[in-house]
Protein backbone atom coordinates (compact mmCIF):
# COMPACT_ATOMS: atom_id res chain seq x y z
CA UNK A 1 0.00 0.00 0.00
CA UNK A 2 1.63 3.54 -0.88
CA UNK A 3 1.86 5.79 1.67
CA UNK A 4 0.00 8.88 0.74
CA UNK A 5 0.72 12.35 2.43
CA UNK A 6 -0.63 15.34 2.27
CA UNK A 7 1.33 18.74 2.27
CA UNK A 8 -0.30 21.92 3.86
CA UNK A 9 -0.05 23.97 1.25
CA UNK A 10 -1.75 22.34 -1.24
CA UNK A 11 -5.29 21.99 0.27
CA UNK A 12 -7.86 24.40 -1.01
CA UNK A 13 -9.64 26.67 0.75
CA UNK A 14 -12.93 28.65 0.43
CA UNK A 15 -12.12 32.36 0.83
CA UNK A 16 -15.08 34.83 1.17
CA UNK A 17 -14.51 38.74 1.84
CA UNK A 18 -17.04 41.20 3.10
CA UNK A 19 -16.88 44.64 2.38
CA UNK A 20 -19.37 47.09 4.04
CA UNK A 21 -19.36 50.44 2.46
CA UNK A 22 -20.51 53.33 4.32
CA UNK A 23 -21.32 57.31 2.84
CA UNK A 24 -19.48 57.19 -0.73
CA UNK A 25 -20.07 58.16 -4.06
CA UNK A 26 -20.59 54.50 -5.60
CA UNK A 27 -21.27 52.24 -7.27
CA UNK A 28 -17.94 51.19 -8.67
CA UNK A 29 -16.46 48.77 -11.23
CA UNK A 30 -13.11 50.16 -10.49
CA UNK A 31 -10.15 47.98 -11.21
CA UNK A 32 -9.58 47.59 -6.91
CA UNK A 33 -6.58 45.31 -6.29
CA UNK A 34 -6.41 43.70 -2.68
CA UNK A 35 -3.87 41.70 -0.65
CA UNK A 36 -4.15 39.81 2.65
CA UNK A 37 -1.10 38.99 4.41
CA UNK A 38 -1.13 36.01 6.99
CA UNK A 39 0.96 36.03 10.23
CA UNK A 40 4.27 34.35 9.30
CA UNK A 41 4.22 36.15 5.78
CA UNK A 42 3.00 32.52 3.94
CA UNK A 43 0.38 32.45 1.66
CA UNK A 44 -0.37 35.96 0.76
CA UNK A 45 -3.50 36.41 -1.33
CA UNK A 46 -3.00 38.91 -4.45
CA UNK A 47 -5.78 40.08 -6.67
CA UNK A 48 -5.53 42.59 -8.99
CA UNK A 49 -8.91 42.89 -10.04
CA UNK A 50 -11.58 41.67 -6.78
CA UNK A 51 -14.60 42.32 -8.42
CA UNK A 52 -14.00 40.95 -12.20
CA UNK A 53 -12.19 37.29 -10.25
CA UNK A 54 -13.67 37.02 -6.93
CA UNK A 55 -17.08 38.74 -7.50
CA UNK A 56 -20.00 36.80 -6.11
CA UNK A 57 -23.31 39.08 -5.88
CA UNK A 58 -24.03 38.57 -9.91
CA UNK A 59 -23.71 39.90 -13.46
CA UNK A 60 -25.14 43.12 -13.36
CA UNK A 61 -24.80 43.77 -9.67
CA UNK A 62 -23.68 47.16 -8.68
CA UNK A 63 -20.52 47.00 -6.04
CA UNK A 64 -19.22 49.45 -3.61
CA UNK A 65 -23.01 51.67 -3.08
CA UNK A 66 -23.35 53.69 -0.29
CA UNK A 67 -24.35 51.46 2.80
CA UNK A 68 -23.95 47.88 1.71
CA UNK A 69 -22.60 45.19 2.01
CA UNK A 70 -20.43 43.34 -0.84
CA UNK A 71 -19.23 39.61 -1.10
CA UNK A 72 -16.28 38.28 -3.03
CA UNK A 73 -15.55 34.73 -3.28
CA UNK A 74 -12.65 32.49 -4.41
CA UNK A 75 -10.87 29.30 -4.04
CA UNK A 76 -7.13 29.19 -3.15
CA UNK A 77 -4.44 26.87 -1.41
CA UNK A 78 -4.53 27.54 2.30
CA UNK A 79 -2.82 29.90 4.76
CA UNK A 80 -0.95 28.18 7.15
CA UNK A 81 -2.04 31.48 9.76
CA UNK A 82 -4.75 33.81 10.12
CA UNK A 83 -5.06 36.93 8.45
CA UNK A 84 -2.59 40.06 9.68
CA UNK A 85 -3.18 42.94 7.05
CA UNK A 86 -5.68 44.33 4.16
CA UNK A 87 -4.44 46.46 1.89
CA UNK A 88 -6.72 48.07 -0.56
CA UNK A 89 -5.36 50.07 -3.92
CA UNK A 90 -7.15 51.05 -7.47
CA UNK A 91 -5.55 52.89 -10.11
CA UNK A 92 -4.38 56.25 -8.69
CA UNK A 93 -7.29 58.85 -8.37
CA UNK A 94 -9.66 55.74 -9.56
CA UNK A 95 -11.61 55.90 -6.22
CA UNK A 96 -11.20 59.74 -5.08
CA UNK A 97 -12.90 61.07 -3.54
CA UNK A 98 -15.24 60.30 -1.11
CA UNK A 99 -14.63 56.26 -1.21
CA UNK A 100 -15.62 55.02 2.34
CA UNK A 101 -15.12 51.78 4.10
CA UNK A 102 -16.43 50.57 7.44
CA UNK A 103 -14.62 47.65 7.55
CA UNK A 104 -13.68 44.39 5.69
CA UNK A 105 -14.28 40.73 7.16
CA UNK A 106 -11.70 37.91 5.44
CA UNK A 107 -12.55 34.41 5.88
CA UNK A 108 -11.54 30.62 5.46
CA UNK A 109 -13.17 27.72 5.20
CA UNK A 110 -11.26 24.58 4.24
CA UNK A 111 -10.56 20.91 5.49
CA UNK A 112 -10.06 19.97 9.10
CA UNK A 113 -9.94 22.80 11.27
CA UNK A 114 -8.39 25.46 8.60
CA UNK A 115 -11.35 27.86 9.10
CA UNK A 116 -10.28 31.67 10.01
CA UNK A 117 -12.10 35.14 9.97
CA UNK A 118 -10.84 38.58 10.06
CA UNK A 119 -12.30 41.89 10.46
CA UNK A 120 -10.24 44.78 9.70
CA UNK A 121 -12.10 47.93 10.85
CA UNK A 122 -11.41 50.92 8.48
CA UNK A 123 -14.11 53.35 9.55
CA UNK A 124 -12.70 55.85 7.36
CA UNK A 125 -12.40 57.77 4.17
CA UNK A 126 -10.24 55.91 1.77
CA UNK A 127 -8.45 58.76 0.24
CA UNK A 128 -5.44 57.11 0.00
CA UNK A 129 -5.75 54.34 -2.62
CA UNK A 130 -1.96 54.53 -4.30
CA UNK A 131 -0.01 52.78 -3.63
CA UNK A 132 -2.33 51.25 -0.82
CA UNK A 133 -4.94 51.88 1.71
CA UNK A 134 -4.34 49.44 4.38
CA UNK A 135 -5.13 48.01 7.97
CA UNK A 136 -3.60 45.50 10.22
CA UNK A 137 -0.41 44.81 11.30
CA UNK A 138 1.69 41.34 11.37
CA UNK A 139 4.22 40.64 13.78
Known sequence: MAKIITCFATLQCDYEMIVNTGITRGPSDSKLGVIVEAIGGEGTINTTNLIRKWGAMGQGYKYFLPYSSDRFRTRLPCMKDNFCWIGIKGKKGELN????????????????????????????????????????ECP
Do not use: C
Open 97 to 136: PHWYSENITVSTKGPGVINRMKTFQFLEEIDTVYPYASHG
